[in-house]
């Protein structure tokens, strides 16, 4: 379905407008969600105040920005008041890091993954809250540095600093604790992209 219809509708026929919307992007949101929170309840919760924040101020959006990267950008802050409220225990990392494709780890290998799972998520934790929200907004929410930028109100080149010293940050904590070499690993190995 078209944005614009969607956008339509919610300004013309709200309840309408709502169920398109609902229909169009509330499973793209809940992905989003439960890589944010880790769980389907505070997703869940998440996705729909997203929700009713968009439909409740539909009229100001402009379209500077694509109509998903806005509700994103919602729901990102929704997120970092989220996160404010909880502290920097709040947040819920995977307790294993990924498989390699087509491989079955043995015993050893797995406990040294979880071993180095539980070291990158004290380190996240323990990241000053702006970059504990890019590291979040970007490695577990696959939110792209624009929309993070725009969500955070700040330059995208300010993004990819707190990037860069967030991982700089990790590795240094991780590194002071252990003599292996843990490192950040994403679920879907995305690399990050330099402007």
């Excluded at 389907?40 to 379209?63: H, M, P, Y």
């Excluded at 087509?102 to 180095?116: K, L, M, N, Q, T």
């Excluded at 998520?121 to 970007?138: C, G, I, M, S």
Aim: glycine share 6%; hydrophobic share 40%.
């Amino acid at each position: 379905m078209d944005d614009n219809e969607i956008l339509q509708a919610l300004r013309e026929r709200p309840e309408e407008g709502a169920r398109r919307l609902v229909g169009t992007y509330g499973n793209r949101l809940f992905a989003a969600a439960m890589r944010m929170c880790r769980n389907e309840t505070d997703a869940e919760d998440l996705v729909a105040r997203t929700l009713a924040r968009v439909i409740q101020s539909i009229r100001s959006f402009k379209g500077k920005s694509g109509f998903f990267t806005w509700q994103c950008s919602i729901m990102a802050n929704f997120l970092k008041m989220d996160l404010r409220k909880k502290g920097a225990n709040s947040l819920v990392f995977q307790e294993e890091l990924p498989e390699r494709a087509d491989e079955s780890p043995s015993p050893a290998e797995s406990a040294e993954r979880a071993d180095d799972a539980h070291k990158v998520r004290t380190a996240v934790a323990a990241l000053p809250e702006k970059l504990r929200v890019v590291v979040e907004l970007f490695y577990f929410a696959e939110m792209p540095v624009p929309a993070i930028a725009e969500s955070l109100g700040e330059p995208e080149g300010t993004v990819y600093y707190w990037l860069h010293e967030a991982k700089k940050i990790i590795r240094e904590k991780i590194s002071k604790g252990t003599q292996g070499n843990a490192s950040i690993v994403h679920p879907t190995k995305r690399k990050e992209k330099r402007p």
